[in-house]
């Protein structure tokens, strides 16, 4: 193991361990008798100084390690740079935490994830009693993990959950200590010292959590548990894993599960909302031609998931939604976005039977998944014909953007000036396909950037030269731009002179997606000037991105949780009357 010199602060968070002894072992320095302290084993550079080599060592059992052996831990050498834990590889089942051992074995480095574990190979273990052993005691929230190697930890302050995607499959959760982590891009600019400094935080508070099914269960609940959940109580071993750092538990953590929010409540007389639908496919649009490329496998499924979509959309209670992943299968009768519309008229929601669609005759663009616009004919008409941008990069990468221009109405009647919304969904991070500047430059903006930002430039130009034809003064563009807020692409339209709608609306620490435990926009709301003059509010509703996949349509969730892996966001404008 890497162990760079103590900081002070650590040496405050070892103190009282190595002051009072972490267990019964009156070691010091070097040992009792011809027992070394483990510290000295460990040492305080990539290896052990004593690889290869036969020593001897005392100490208490910490916990087990599946049958491939255990942790032993000692009082300490007084080194803080040093872990004062070791891995014995003994795969008897002759030993359990708690018992007092003396152990005679080979130094060895055993891969252990990015790094190596130091290891006694070979052992041969006399229990000499039991012992107790009292945990550090992390008051931190980065400790240095690579100096706490090996050692039982008790964690005083909140341990968050950040993904359980990897539960049912791996039996191990990632959280986050102290607060929750930020996308590096959302904070600051791709490849920044500040992005970097971000990067770095957060790979000091994230941390594996592993149960032993057979010594240690998860807490009731934490497979429906939201992002955010907070984990009391969390004791365990640390060891190296493939992912990271890794907390085997020695106890079963108190859970304190975060509530589900209540939809958005936002000022304004007209409200409109940006939802990605996640890949809604309707098979032939007649019950059949499932399984679909993507989205719902069965016509069950999809009407689970079309459940989900219609009560977020009731919940949110817009008049305008730009919807994105809308399959690009036409306008007719049997069309996704028909389907949808008609689970929206039949649902019984006051008002419901006036949704509409607006039909742009074919695409926008031939990829397998396109954007789209439905509203409330009774609050909103749109004028003229809708205008799509494909050209460069929108159609082969970014889905063409559709727009079009409403006005606001009341009994039937015009009230109030004509405003233009955009759906947007551009070009996705995966790599598949990119070749030169596409390609994951390592600044953490991931793949497709150059094509994000292309992408925003001609979006710009195209939108200044009024496409719909009624003025282009009050425009929004929403939608999904798979790119964070400090990000190439936002900062083309920024510089551009479109106002984030969530920054004028004072909202603080927005975000819409969760990625690895992190926390960012890829959907944004942007505003022409006049029209960020005419915003009242804005809002994320957190119903999917926090929520686990068991929450999901394919799971049997209930609810609109987890209609997608995206946030809906709600703007509220006055344009009423004016």
């Not at 069965?298 to 305008?320: P, S, W």
């Not at 950037?449 to 929004?476: F, I, V, Y």
Request: hydrophobic letters at 40%.
């Amino acid at each position: 193991m890497t162990r760079p010199r103590p900081t002070a602060a650590l040496a405050l968070l070892l103190a009282p361990c190595l002051l009072a002894g972490c267990s019964t072992l009156s070691g010091s320095a070097t040992g009792t008798g011809d027992a070394l302290a483990i510290g000295r084993v460990q040492g305080t550079g990539a290896q052990s100084p004593l690889l290869g080599q036969t020593v001897t060592v005392e100490g208490v059992i910490s916990a087990r390690d599946g049958k491939r052996g255990w942790y032993l831990q000692d009082g300490g050498d007084g080194d803080g740079a040093s872990s004062d834990a070791i891995f014995v590889a003994d795969a008897s089942a002759a030993f359990e935490p708690g018992d007092r051992v003396r152990v005679r074995g080979v130094v060895a480095e055993q891969a252990s994830g990015r790094a190596t574990r130091t290891a006694l190979e070979q052992p041969v273990v006399q229990r000499l009693g039991r012992g107790t052993l009292v945990p550090v005691a992390i008051s931190v929230a980065a400790p240095d993990w690579e100096r706490l190697e090996g050692m039982a930890l008790r964690f005083e302050l909140p341990v968050l959950l950040a993904d359980s995607g990897e539960l049912a499959k791996r039996g191990r959760v990632l959280a986050s200590v102290g607060e929750r982590l930020w996308q590096p891009g959302e904070r600051a600019e791709p490849g920044s010292d500040a992005a970097r400094a971000v990067s770095a935080d957060n790979a000091r508070r994230l941390l594996w959590l592993e149960a032993n099914g057979d010594t240690v269960a998860w807490p009731a609940g934490l497979a429906q548990a939201r992002s955010g959940s907070r984990l009391d109580g969390v004791t365990g071993v640390l060891d190296q894993a493939g992912a990271g750092y890794q907390l085997q538990l020695t106890s079963i953590p108190t859970l304190q599960a975060t509530a589900r929010p209540q939809p958005p409540q936002v000022p304004g007389n007209l409200r409109v909302a940006a939802l990605n639908l996640e890949n809604l496919f309707n098979g032939d649009g007649k019950g059949g031609g499932f399984p679909t490329p993507r989205g719902a496998r069965t016509a069950a499924e999809l009407a689970e998931q079309l459940t989900k979509h219609v009560a977020t959309i009731n919940g949110l209670d817009a008049d305008i939604v730009a919807l994105m992943e809308l399959e690009n299968d036409g306008y007719g009768r049997d069309s996704s976005i028909a389907t949808l519309v008609d689970a929206l008229d039949a649902d019984g929601h006051a008002g419901s039977a006036n949704w509409r669609y607006i039909d742009a005759g074919q695409g926008p663009g031939d990829n397998a998944i396109r954007v789209g616009l439905i509203y409330r004919n009774d609050r909103v008409r749109p004028q003229g014909k809708p205008a799509t941008l494909q050209a460069g990069p929108f159609g082969p990468h970014s889905r063409v953007p559709l727009a079009q221009a409403f006005v606001p109405i009341r009994s039937g009647r015009i009230d109030g000036a004509a405003f233009v919304v955009v759906a947007n969904h551009f070009k996705s991070k995966g790599c598949s396909g990119a070749e030169a500047g596409d390609r994951d430059q390592g600044d953490g903006a991931a793949c497709w950037n150059a094509t994000r930002s292309e992408s925003a430039r001609l979006l710009d130009d195209w939108l200044k030269r009024d496409p719909t034809g009624h003025g282009g003064a009050r425009t929004l563009l929403v939608g999904d731009f798979n790119a964070y807020a400090r990000e190439a692409p936002l900062r083309v339209l920024e510089d551009a002179g479109w106002r984030d709608a969530f920054a004028v609306a004072g909202v603080a620490s927005p975000y819409s997606y969760v990625y690895d435990g992190e926390l960012g926009r890829l959907d944004h709301a942007l505003l022409s000037p006049a029209l960020a003059k005419r915003l009242r509010g804005a809002a994320e509703w957190h119903s999917n991105a926090d929520e686990p996949e068991s929450a999901g349509y394919r799971a049997g969730g209930a609810g609109p949780w987890r209609s997608s892996d995206h946030d809906p966001l709600l703007l509220g404008f006055d344009l009423r009357g004016r």
